[in-house]
């Protein structure tokens, strides 16, 4: 279990979720934190671009915020990762049921 989740904390640095999908595809644990994982990239990429499409508004407050937002979340993924817990993110977790992996 212990290697399970050091390979389960790739899951919430950016592309890096693929990773733990290939070395333990079948693992529940793994897969729930890859889920959570897919959806803190895809909240960080619609942060990067609705940002850089809207200019000022999306420059100073869009990116600053959402940045803040995506890094109290990948703390809060690691730290449930390594408590071994399998609890969703705040607002974008319960999306990731929704996948099929």
Known sequence: MENKKYISVLSYLGIL??????????????????KQGIMLFAFFMLVFIVGGIIPIIGWFIIWPIGILIWILFVIIGISNTLSGKMEELPII???????NI
């Open 17 to 34: 979720f693929i990773v733990p999908l290939i070395l333990e595809p079948n693992d529940e644990f793994v897969k729930f934190h890859v």
């Open 93 to 99: 977790g319960k999306y990731a049921n929704k996948l």
